[in-house]
């Protein structure tokens, strides 16, 4: 079952509209199988790359979608769980700069994917169909569960599009 709408702010649907799967397990593995695969086409030296000056790399980006991917993992076990704090956001870019990302071997950061997509679907399929629908708060909205699944699965996704539209077409 797809979220529900008003169970995550209107950005996010820039990312939950990329996923067609009505079955969340099903969308974390399809869209994790197709990042696997585009990701895995591209070369140490063309990781390198980027379209402009002050323009993530092709590392970066990979390496965001993994720190991305952790933090909303989180929140979604922190909401499942019943926690009512309102957790902190985070700053991407801030986060890009500290990553070392550009510093790390291509196929490490491409490893790390598969291991953190493996953990994802391993936490979503531990919940509950009433632990999807658990909403809490974080930085300034509140979000549900499910809508978090989604969001990682159409986040990558939403990446290689970028990636295929500003960097290099595979």
């Known amino acids: 079952m797809r979220p529900a709408p008003g169970s995550f702010p209107p950005y996010f649907n820039t990312y939950i509209k990329l996923v067609e799967e009505t079955e969340l397990i099903t969308a974390l593995l399809n869209h994790g199988d197709v990042a696997e695969s585009f990701f895995s086409k ?3 030296e063309n990781s390198c790359y980027s379209y402009a000056e002050g323009k993530w790399t092709i590392k970066e980006i990979l390496q965001h979608i993994n720190d991305a991917e952790r933090i909303f ?23 890009a700069a500290n990553s070392h990302a550009n510093d790390l071997k291509w196929e490490s950061i491409l490893d790390d994917f598969k ?3 493996k953990g994802s679907v391993a ?6 169909n009433d632990d999807l629908d658990h909403t809490g708060s974080a ?4 979000i549900s569960v499910r809508a978090l699944g989604y969001i990682i699965a159409g986040h990558a996704t939403h990446h290689i599009n970028v990636v295929k539209e500003r960097y290099i077409s595979l």
């Open 123 to 128: 936490l979503f399929n531990s919940l509950s």
């Open 73 to 95: 993992c989180f929140r979604a076990l922190s909401f499942a769980r019943g926690e009512i704090q309102v957790l902190p956001g985070f700053d991407e870019n801030q986060f």
């Open 115 to 117: 291991i953190v997509r």
């Open 42 to 44: 591209i070369t140490e």
């Open 139 to 142: 930085s300034d909205y509140s």
